[in-house]
């Protein structure tokens, strides 16, 4: 277990629907290249082989994971590929049945190189297995496991990625919520001054600052396309866009020239409760049909919860206070960044390994701790809200219907932010000391919880909704 998972480890931006079936996998490829040219053998590579194995198969071709793996292969970085050229790249390969391996090797690549398996391997239930070969000798093979959140483990390198974490110098080492409290005690300071000041073990105040606006820019575009885009969702669903009509209804007529005029003109937006509620779900929605849709997106902790934390971030933008300021957003996501750390060090953010309350779940009491800060809470306050969010999200389980981050993954981000403002309401009226479940108590339920649930209600698409209603049924 590393002491310390940075906040651009949790909050990553990358493309959707999926940061475990499609980010990951995208990452994997790249990291597979890379050790193709470190050991000598790139050159020499006549032909690729992939294998999916367990959930990263089952619900790969609604996570759009073999695209993933093309686009890695083809050297394209899915922080940076520009969107519009996705659909170009894929069908080039599609037509020519050959791959630009890293953007400068041509080799055959046909239906049959990348290849669905339904059996699970051992490790984790987001499996890939890459093999290169010069004709007929193997060159390479190599397993990969999409952990969740975009995290890649390379099979027997565990070890080294510790070492590499804890041989940095970190003034607060963190791996339980009691530990975070008791620093913030010690200092008289708040969970983001605690974060920010590990953070500053790996980054300058300008780069971590410079990062963060990159993160909340990129979810602010995200929220701004999604209310500005109407048509249906790719996959076969036939899902309408409902971020774009929501807006439109409650902006109620008011223009703007961009996103600043945009916040401007919500902000000056008489809003009623009902009105709340629509705006926190519209933000979420937004997010999350650009996720749908192979936009670009943040990992919050993960794409396929990608809505929960914009959402509430905006809400607390545009509702409660007019005038934040970039120094609120930070605290935020430093907050949210390092309940969200807490969770994978001591339990998971994979759907495919705990269902649904392991990403939604997980956003939510994120969400809900870095909003208590943000509204005045205490340190302990905020890990009370943090453990009410998860608290009632403990058994959540997966069951995306045709494998695709659309239903009803979309509407439980809608849900995931009010629960997390709720919990955050909640928390600043509870003494922390009378609180009787502790988070780290609820993230040691959810991590049993998560062992215990059914394998067909881990993102397999074998069980729940995506079995009584199912593809043939949209």
Request: glycine letters at 8%; a negative charge; charged letters at 20%.
């Amino acid at each position: 277990m590393s002491q310390f998972i940075s906040v651009f480890d949790m909050l990553k931006i990358g493309v959707g629907p999926s940061s475990s079936h499609t980010l990951g996998p995208w990452r994997a490829a790249q990291q597979w290249i890379d050790k193709l040219k470190q050991e000598g053998h790139f050159d020499e590579v006549t032909s690729i082989h992939i294998d999916l194995y367990g959930s990263l198969s089952l619900t790969g071709k609604g996570h759009a994971t073999d695209v993933a793996i093309l686009l890695g292969l083809s050297g394209t970085d899915p922080e940076y590929i520009p969107i519009e050229s996705i659909d170009r790249i894929i069908s080039t390969i599609k037509e020519t049945n050959t791959i630009e391996l890293n953007g400068t090797k041509t080799i055959p690549c046909t239906k049959e190189t990348i290849v669905f398996n339904r059996d699970f391997l051992p490790f984790h239930s987001n499996g890939m297995t890459c093999i290169a070969f010069q004709h007929t000798k193997v060159l390479s093979k190599e397993t990969y496991y999409s952990i969740g959140g975009g995290f890649v483990i390379q099979e027997n390198a565990t070890a080294n990625k510790e070492n590499e974490f804890n041989k940095k110098n970190f003034p607060y080492p963190i791996s339980r919520a009691t530990e975070l409290e008791s620093y913030c005690e010690k200092e008289g300071t708040s969970i983001s001054a605690i974060v920010f000041q590990n953070e500053l073990a790996l980054k300058t105040a300008e780069e971590i600052d410079f990062e963060l606006k990159r993160i909340w820019e990129t979810m602010l575009e995200c929220m701004y396309t999604g209310c500005h885009t109407s048509g249906i969702l790719p996959g076969g669903l036939h899902v309408k866009r409902r971020a774009k009509d929501m807006h439109h209804k409650l902006i109620k007529g008011t223009t703007y020239k961009n996103q600043n005029d945009w916040i401007s003109a919500i902000r000056s937006t008489e809003v009623k409760f009902r009105e709340i509620l629509k705006w926190v779900s519209c933000f979420a929605l937004s997010v999350n049909e650009v996720n749908a849709s192979l936009g670009r997106v943040v990992t919050a902790p993960t794409n396929g919860s990608a809505g929960v934390i914009p959402a509430v971030l905006m809400y607390y933008l545009v509702i409660e206070n007019h005038h934040a300021s970039f120094e609120h957003i930070k605290k935020f996501l430093l907050v949210a960044g390092e309940i969200g750390s807490i969770f994978k060090k001591n339990a998971t953010i994979s759907a495919a390994m705990g269902g649904c309350q392991a990403e939604i779940g997980v956003s939510s009491a994120m969400a809900a701790g870095a909003l208590t800060e943000l509204l005045g809470g205490s340190p302990a306050q905020s890990l009370v809200a943090a453990e009410i969010a998860m608290e009632h999200h403990l058994g959540l389980t997966c069951d995306p219907i045709g494998g695709l981050v659309q239903i009803p993954c979309i509407e439980r981000n809608a849900m995931g932010a009010i629960k997390a403002i709720n919990a955050a309401e909640l928390a600043l009226e509870t003494d922390p000391k009378e609180a009787k479940v502790p988070l780290d108590k609820v993230i040691d339920t959810m991590w049993e919880t998560a062992k215990d649930m059914n394998r067909n209600y881990k993102e397999t698409s074998e069980g729940g909704l995506a079995v009584t209603v199912g593809l043939a049924d949209c």
